[in-house]
């Protein structure tokens, strides 16, 4: 049974920066592609960046710039720096993976931007 684990939220105030983990288990294949969506209070949710097991990379228009994701794909882990925050990026962080037709969430993990 897949599950992705996410960790690294908290409280941060504006400006700072956090950086998100998250890391797979239950398969030894890779995933086709991995990333991050994140879900405001009375917002859908919404990509903020991917990342393919090649490499490639999509980062949403929002967060271009400020965010960076990286990981690896043999090891099946990905990352999320984010700098600059401020309070517009405040959500839930929800880590995702690909494979074929099926996709994958974790539990998700809270990152609250306030001073």
């Known amino acids: 049974q897949v599950q992705l684990v996410e960790s690294g939220g908290g409280l941060v105030q504006p400006g700072g920066s956090l950086r998100l983990s998250c890391a797979a288990s239950g398969t030894i294949f890779s995933f086709r592609a991995m990333g991050w969506y994140r879900q405001a209070p009375g917002k859908q949710r919404e990509l903020v960046a991917t990342r393919t097991s090649g490499g490639s990379t999509n980062i949403a228009d929002s967060v271009k710039g400020r965010f960076t994701i990286s990981g690896d794909g043999a090891k099946n882990t990905v990352y999320l720096q984010m700098n600059s925050l401020n309070p517009e990026d405040t959500a839930v962080y929800y880590c995702?993976?690909?494979?074929?037709?099926?996709?994958?969430w974790g539990q998700g993990t809270q990152v609250t931007v306030s001073s």
């Open positions: 995702n993976a690909n494979r074929g037709p099926l996709s994958y």
